[in-house]
């Protein structure tokens, strides 16, 4: 075993370093840096800086630019609280003598004004700078105290890594100094000679160097060119992505799974349980599902279709062949929720037919999930729901003949892989709402044939959907109103930034208080988030479901495929920190039967751009339109959503930008694959071995999770 550059048995070992062995990392950094998910010195070198300060020469206020992210040394000149509307925000304002900049900070507690009742001399302040009515502003910014010891940085171009909860940004920088210096010389070159020349690829110690510590500054956001050590690092990211999926694309064509026959008489007595016949679309989906069970070779399938369109029934019809023919079938959901929901909604199927259903997800009560599991080991359980419980060591399937993941954007590339292993090679349908532009879909879904639902169940009317200023939050109350003495259902969404979760929440629980005091004093409602116990959840959704409850204050918790047919109303507060696809998935709760359906969007202040983007919604209800446009805004990572970025298991690359070097990527794995199936030739052990270390890790999240 060798890379190409070194022999050294500690050249191997390098990424499995814990980060204990780097000097100066003690237990008590150690702890905060695992909590970040940094566990190895091979973390710490992938955990790339999210852009660089110039602090060349040391810039003063009045030569910074609103927008930037920028860095200054200041003196505090006052600092107050100041109530803004329903909440407390505290100012500091900071001045160099050159300029006056005011930091807020919205979110705060006593650790945040006892540090300024204490600061004396000067604070170094990095953000984003913005002006407000004319003046500086920056808004939670990070704050340094100048005076303890700056001589690290000292000027120059200094990396700014995402904040690191109990580790100081200082302290952090040190540490990524001391890993450039003492441990890229050991980092073993992966990429083969002849794919770094044909490619123009730096080597990766240079450029792992270079992205840490630049000696220019990268201007890559202006000219929209990456520095030549980060584009090595995206090449490299998207080379092993396409290698999973080309070699996992090949390795099912050469597995043999159970070809299923279909039982017309018994899908004539399910047809008969449905309460409506399938649309057009869903017909020809089910069709190109039946062929591919008849096969020998596994299934391997996505089916695309916009909210509300019924992929569930789809997954039902499909789960009942196999089960006609004597196999089990799983249906994975992203959330106890949606799990529930789908027990609940297809019992009424299930139990006319004999069908024996059983719900596993990680919550229920040990001696249920115990029930759960012996019969699904016993084969006694033929329809299995559940959440990621389900893809847990001990959860062994009788015959297991086909698995359906539901909502698919909420797993990673690698989950639904393991999946697959799960029990000889059963067939598998993903399902997703997350309409995936064409470009994406080939790195994303490389290993899947995709079907397409296209058309919605007769008789919807699209929602109307209207973005109004918070100060007019008034008309969405009448109309709230109307809509509950109609007998409707209605969602008030409130979304959760994770930094500040708990102050969130808060501001959740007093709204709802609020709403049910003085707003809708008669309106059975309750509220919903994701911290909440799974059963008082449950029970929560389903009072809301069998409509003893009309309104749900929610956080983003009932996001995806939740279907309460006479909830007509949807209202989202904040909608500018959703993507638009994300605002997309949360309007498809309504509209869901031929009742007229709204979504109003409240945005409070946010510049026109926001304005302009949030008007899409307004204009479109057409999920693959409002996808590109998502994308050609902000960029895939946003494109279903901060929370749910996971899907393409992505941290570099963007696959808009990176379109280029996504095909250069693609095309070095197809030749590497042809040339050398299966990585025995030396020049190629790295790549294996970093292959073995990503499903080993792939293999641990499926543990833990
Ligand atoms: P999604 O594709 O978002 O998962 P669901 O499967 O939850 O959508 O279906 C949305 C709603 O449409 C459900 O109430 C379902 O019963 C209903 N539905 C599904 N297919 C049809 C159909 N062919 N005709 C009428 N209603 C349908
Ligand atoms: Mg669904």
């Not at 996992?248 to 018994?266: C, I, K, N, Q, Y």
Request: net charge positive; proline share 5%; hydrophobic share 40%.
């Amino acid at each position: 075993m060798a890379g190409q550059n070194l022999n050294s048995p500690a050249a191997d070992s390098l990424p499995l370093q814990p980060v204990e062995v780097v000097k100066g990392v003690g237990p008590r950094l150690a702890r905060h840096l695992k909590a970040k998910g940094l566990i190895t010195v091979e973390d710490l070198l992938f955990n790339l800086p999210l852009g660089y300060l110039d602090q060349r020469g040391g810039l003063q206020i009045s030569r910074l630019r609103p927008g930037d992210y920028v860095s200054f040394v200041a003196t505090v000149l006052g600092a107050r609280e100041v109530q803004y509307r329903r909440r407390k925000i505290y100012e500091v304002i900071l001045s160099d003598g050159t300029g006056v900049v005011t930091a807020k900070w919205f979110h705060y507690g006593r650790w945040l004004t006892q540090r300024f009742q204490r600061i004396k001399g000067s604070l170094r302040v990095s953000g984003t700078l913005r002006v407000f009515a004319g003046k500086l502003e920056i808004h939670h910014p990070e704050i340094e105290e100048e005076d303890a010891g700056t001589e690290e940085d000292g000027g120059g171009i200094v990396p700014r890594y995402s904040p690191i909860p109990g580790v100081a940004p200082r302290a952090y920088r040190r540490i990524m100094r001391e890993v450039v210096d003492s441990f890229v010389p050991q980092v073993v070159e992966t990429l083969p000679d002849a794919v770094r020349q044909y490619f123009k690829l730096l080597d990766l110690q240079t450029a792992l160097r270079q992205v840490h510590f630049p000696k220019e500054f990268p201007e890559a956001e202006e000219n929209k060119q990456l520095s030549p050590g980060l584009r090595r690092l995206i090449f490299e990211e998207l080379f092993f992505l396409e290698l999973l999926i080309i070699r996992s694309r090949e390795e099912l064509a050469r597995e043999t799974g159970h070809p299923m026959v279909l039982d017309r008489d018994f899908l004539g007595r399910v047809g008969k349980l449905l309460p409506f016949s399938l649309t057009k679309a869903q017909k020809r989906v089910m069709r190109e599902i039946a062929a591919d069970l008849g096969q020998k070779r596994p299934m391997n399938r996505l089916i695309q279709g916009d909210v509300g369109c019924g992929k569930t029934i789809v997954a039902l019809l499909s789960a009942l062949i196999v089960i006609s023919n004597g196999f089990q079938a799983a249906v994975m959901a992203p959330t106890e929720i949606l799990a529930h929901q789908h027990f609940v909604n297809l019992k009424p199927f299930a139990e006319p037919l004999g069908v024996d259903l059983v719900l596993l997800t990680s919550k229920l009560k040990s001696k249920e999930k115990q029930n759960s599991r012996e019969a699904i080991a016993s084969g006694e359980a033929r329809l299995v729901i559940g959440t990621h419980a389900l893809i847990q060591k001990h959860v062994t399937f009788k015959r297991l003949g086909l698995v359906t993941i539901d909502e698919q954007h909420r797993f990673g590339v690698l989950q639904r892989l393991a999946l697959r292993h799960k029990g000889g090679s059963p067939h598998v349908l993903v399902m997703t709402a997350t309409p995936i532009p064409r470009t994406l879909a080939m790195t994303v879904y490389g290993d899947l044939d995709v079907s397409v639902i296209d058309e919605l169940p007769p008789g919807r009317t699209p929602v109307e959907t209207q973005v109004i200023d918070a100060r007019q939050r008034k008309k969405a109350y009448e109309l709230l109103r109307q809509e509950f003495t109609r007998g409707r259902q209605a969602y008030i969404i409130y979304p959760l930034v994770e930094e500040s979760e708990k102050s969130d929440l808060k501001d959740v629980t007093t709204m709802t208080e609020h709403l049910q005091k003085k707003i809708f004093p008669n309106t059975p409602m309750a509220m919903l988030h994701g911290r909440m116990a799974a059963e008082e959840k449950k029970k929560i959704m389903t009072a809301f479901a069998s409509k003893k409850l009309q309104l749900l204050v929610a956080t983003t918790v009932i996001e995806v495929g939740i279907d309460v047919p006479e909830a007509t109303v949807m209202v989202v507060e904040h909608p500018e920190r959703f993507g638009l696809s994300q605002l997309h998935q949360l309007r498809g709760r309504v509209g869901r039967s031929s009742h007229r359906s709204y979504c109003l969007l409240i945005h409070e202040g946010g510049g026109r751009e926001t304005r302009q983007r949030l008007a899409i919604m307004e204009q479109s209800n057409d999920g693959f339109r409002i996808a590109e446009e998502d994308l050609r805004i902000r960029g895939p990572g946003d494109l279903i959503g901060v929370h749910q970025a996971g899907f393409i298991d992505l941290k570099l690359a963007n696959l808009v930008r990176d379109a280029d070097t996504l095909a250069a990527a693609r095309k070095a794995a197809l030749t590497l694959i042809k040339k050398d199936p299966e990585l025995t030739k030396p020049a190629h052990a790295a790549i294996k071995a970093k292959i073995q270390r990503q499903s080993l890790q792939a293999a641990e999240l499926l543990k833990t999770s």
